[in-house]
Nanobody, 126 residues
Framework: QVHLVESGAGLVQTGDSLRLSCVFS??????????MGWFRQPPGKEREFVAA????????ALADSVKGRFTISRDNAKNTAFLQMNSLKPEDTAVYYC?????????????????WGQGTQVTVSS
């Protein structure tokens, strides 16, 4: 059983920054055995890929819409994945979810994630 808990979201203004955290807990395999990712679901839209990182933290992928603004990272000693979001825009408004994949590589396909957090709301006002 794996549990993921996101935090750090909120209401901000255009141009502000936020850092989301995702704390992992699990019994079967350690955090360092999972690829991690962040996805988001804007109002009235489908869930979309934002960022992913491999199990060791050495390889990452970002959606084109966030390149140059967002960074994904992880601290395996603290069982935590992060999403640093800078220069936020109103179109970044969404519920953000972190996911854990049993694949150790970078995974951009949501169907390949095994576990999800409950989601956390990010709202960017103009």
């Amino acid at each position: 059983q794996v549990h993921l808990v996101e935090s750090g979201a909120g209401l901000v203004q255009t141009g502000d920054s936020l850092r989301l955290s995702c704390v992992f807990s699990g019994r079967k395999y350690p955090f360092a055995d999972y690829g991690m990712g962040w996805f988001r679901q804007p109002p009235g839209k489908e869930r979309e890929f934002v960022a992913a990182i491999d199990s060791g933290g050495g390889d990452t992928a970002l959606a084109d819409s966030v390149k140059g603004r967002f960074t994904i990272s992880r601290d395996n000693a603290k069982n935590t994945a992060f999403l640093q979001m800078n220069s936020l825009k109103p179109e970044d408004t969404a519920v953000y979810y972190c996911g854990a994949s049993e694949y150790t590589i970078v995974v951009v396909d949501a169907t390949l994630y095994n576990y999800w957090g409950q989601g956390t709301q990010v709202t960017v006002s103009s």
